[in-house]
């Protein structure tokens, strides 16, 4: 699932969603966590609940039915955040990608028919800017890595954060519950190359291309990106993709966009970039 949908509920997902919740105190965070674990073990799924603390986990599970047997006989794991995402001093997405896929290979080996994630990975947003950057390119990263394995991932965000910072964390997941913020724009790693999809307004300008620059790292050369499944971009999208562009080609990367839409195309052009078409 690439197309940008909104989550209204923490069930009914499957093996390859990827969504992303903001919460806004504990009880509403154990709102989102319990039914989407008892989803999980319904399917016979392994379970894992990342949050800041021990204490918070044991909170946000409370009410799980046959919480204390699925300890018992390893179905349920928790797990700090600091233990499971910044081991070694930071958040390596590279890294963090290739523990999940592990993961998921053990609970398949272990008899279960996946891994399910439910993750409040809040502090990883509180670390700055370069902190976010970070982490924006390991959503990416666990995106594509959920086209390839049976994981479900209910990404936790506290809504104190602001807009600001979960905008840009938002548009890297195909499905998003934040409010009543309607979800635009997906940024997608699944399939050969980067894609767009959705639409980008004056709302996800900003957060577009925020997670663009983010997702595409340091390295020198080219960045493809997909835009056949864009539907809409106006002035203020365009004007964002062409900072984003301008802002890699500083370090050296050339932000190719390609497949644009008649209507897409024409805005981008209007800034400097021309779509090259298939």
């Given amino acids: ?5 909104g989550l209204g509920t923490p069930t009914g997902l499957r093996p390859g969603d990827h969504a992303c919740w903001s919460f806004g105190d504990g009880a509403d965070l154990a709102a989102a966590v319990v039914p989407f ?9 392994q379970l894992v609940v990342v949050g800041p603390s021990r204490s918070a986990l044991l909170a946000a599970v409370s009410g799980l039915p046959h919480r204390d047997e699925l300890f018992a006989a390893g179905r349920l794991d928790l797990q700090t955040t600091g233990d499971s995402y910044t081991a070694a001093g930071g958040l390596t997405p590279a890294e963090q990608v290739e523990h999940y896929r592990a993961a998921t290979r053990a609970a398949l080996a272990g008899g279960r028919t996946g891994l399910r994630v439910a993750a409040d990975v809040t502090e990883l947003v509180r670390g700055g800017r370069a902190g976010r950057r970070l982490l924006h ?19 936790l965000y506290d809504a104190s954060v602001g807009p600001e910072v979960l905008g840009p964390v938002a548009v890297l997941h195909p499905l998003q519950h934040l409010g009543d913020r309607l979800p635009l724009a997906h940024l997608s790693g699944r399939g050969p190359r980067l894609s767009l999809h959705g639409e980008v307004d004056l709302t996800e300008a ?14 020198p050369g080219e960045l493809v990106l997909d835009l056949a499944d864009l539907d ?24 190719r966009p390609v497949a644009a839409r008649r209507n897409v195309r024409r805005c981008l052009e209007l800034f400097g970039l021309a779509p090259e078409q298939p």
């Fill in 37 to 45: 674990l008892e989803e999980g073990h319904r399917r016979d799924e």
């Fill in 137 to 155: 390119a390991y959503e990416q990263l666990a995106d594509e890595l959920m086209a390839a394995v049976p994981m479900t991932a209910l990404c």
């Fill in 232 to 255: 809409f971009l106006d002035v203020a999208g365009a004007r964002a993709l062409a900072g984003a562009a301008r802002e890699l080609a500083a370090r050296g990367i050339d932000l």
């Fill in 206 to 219: 900003a957060h577009v291309a925020t997670a663009l620059v983010d997702v595409a790292g340091d390295t």
């Fill in 1 to 5: 699932m690439t197309t940008p949908q």
